[in-house]
């Protein structure tokens, strides 16, 4: 099984993504984790990132692309992988196709979470509060201010996936604005159906 899951910020990819690794065993490769991971051990990679995932705005198509080529060809992802927050624009889109057919593998489906923008920017303010009640580090970009810019960069370059996908046939959507467990009941409607 291999997934897109798509959304904006806040729409519970993230969320999603861990229930549909723990129910397939297969692993979630999100690309803000795995930046995240290279700005916290210092790499140059990282060096480049972080300032701009700081303001909320994108990384560049090839720097993600390269990440995601890597993390693919190993070994836990020989049964499939669930892309969260990946890919982000089309040029990405294109970069997946190829490095799917380069392998001769397919996309099953691309889910798209439907969530009202009102209430993603309470969403992560929450994620914020929670992670600091858990002792965790809070991400810098899950504050307001920046949301906008992660929100506006959503729009403007993520958003025509949508049509995109739509136009392969691949595109499902899933309401997001249910509640965590009822978004995952649909989910797993899609992915069975889609398995078929
Ligand atoms: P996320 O954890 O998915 O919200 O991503 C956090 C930040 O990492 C984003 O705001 C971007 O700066 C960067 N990022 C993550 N995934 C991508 C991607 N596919 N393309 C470009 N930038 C990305």
Do not use: W
């Amino acid at each position: 099984m291999r997934l897109i899951l798509l959304g904006p910020p806040g729409a519970g990819k993230g969320t999603q993504a861990q229930r549909l690794v723990e129910k397939h065993g297969i692993p979630q490769l999100s690309t803000g984790d795995m930046l995240r991971a290279a700005v916290q051990a210092g790499t140059e990679v990282g060096k480049r990132a972080k300032a701009v995932m700081d303001a909320g705005e994108l990384v560049s198509d090839a720097i993600v692309n390269a990440i995601v080529a890597e993390r693919i060809d190993q070994p836990d992802c020989a049964k499939g992988f669930i892309l969260d927050g990946y890919p982000r624009t089309l040029v990405q889109a294109d970069a997946v196709e190829a490095m799917l057919a380069e392998r001769g593998i397919a996309l099953d489906t691309v889910i798209e979470l439907v969530v009202d923008d009102k209430a993603l920017v309470g969403r992560i303010v929450k994620r914020a509060e929670d992670a600091k009640a858990a002792g965790q580090p809070v991400r810098k970009d899950d504050n307001p201010a920046v949301f906008e810019e992660r929100l506006r960069e959503y729009y403007k370059k993520t958003a025509p996936l949508i049509g995109y996908y739509y136009a392969k046939g691949k595109l499902r959507t899933v309401d997001g604005m249910a509640s965590i467990d009822a978004v995952t009941a649909e989910i797993g409607k899609v992915v069975a159906a889609a398995a078929k």
